[in-house]
């Protein structure tokens, strides 16, 4: 089994920035891709941005430019900065990760989400 701890929620004005966190921990042998995914109520979850275990990077196109997500594989950990946040960034974020507990047996995880709110 695997733990997915994330951190940096909040309430934000428009213009600003946060950082999210996402730690696994658990079972794990390797972790291959691990994303942040958003919903805002009404709307279906959708991808924000993903990384795979070799530092390649997938944003949607309404943050490319604005977010930028990194990752730590020594410590697990998965990492969004959002800069220049606006209105209609307000979701709960939550992080996903592919992770392989052998080399023949892996499976996908979910965190809670922070919830993400840009108001003035």
């Known amino acids: 089994q695997v733990q997915l701890v994330e951190s940096g929620g909040g309430l934000v004005q428009p213009g600003g920035s946060l950082r999210l966190s996402c730690a696994a921990s658990g079972s794990i042998f390797s972790i291959n891709a691990m994303g942040w995914y958003r919903q805002a109520p009404g709307k279906e979850r959708e991808l924000v941005a993903a990384i795979t275990s070799g530092g390649s990077t997938n944003y949607a196109d309404s943050v490319k430019g604005r977010f930028t997500i990194s990752r730590d594989n020594a410590k697990n950990t998965v990492y969004l900065q959002m800069n220049s946040l606006k209105p209609e960034n307000t979701a709960v974020y939550s992080c996903?990760?592919?992770?392989?507990?052998?080399?023949?047996?892996?499976?996908?995880?979910w965190g809670q989400g922070p919830q993400v709110t840009v108001s003035s």
């Open positions: 996903n990760a592919y992770v392989r507990h052998t080399i023949v047996v892996a499976s996908d995880y």
